[in-house]
């Protein structure tokens, strides 16, 4: 997003998954598989809370993505 500092644009971004349709059956469970994995939800439950991230403005590359080379890449 582009704009002034103070003009939303955060917010708006941290608000997106509220404002977006309900996940369907398929994104359900992707998303569900996604954060047991992770260790977000126990018990085989599903989510229907769309993911969002909020990085620092100045995480690098490397820490965003998680990889120490191009052909490795770790969880």
Do not use: Y
Not at 9 to 24: C, E, Q, T
Not at 51 to 62: D, L, Q, T
């Amino acid at each position: 997003m582009i704009g002034s500092p103070g003009a939303g644009k955060s917010m708006l971004a941290a608000r997106l998954p509220s404002i977006l349709p309900p996940l369907s059956p398929s994104e359900l469970l992707e998303v569900s598989m996604i954060a047991s994995v992770a260790g977000e939800i126990e018990g085989g439950a599903l989510t229907a809370q769309r993911p969002f991230r909020s990085p620092h403005h100045s995480a690098s590359m490397v820490a965003l993505n998680g990889r120490t080379a191009p052909d490795i890449m770790f969880p």
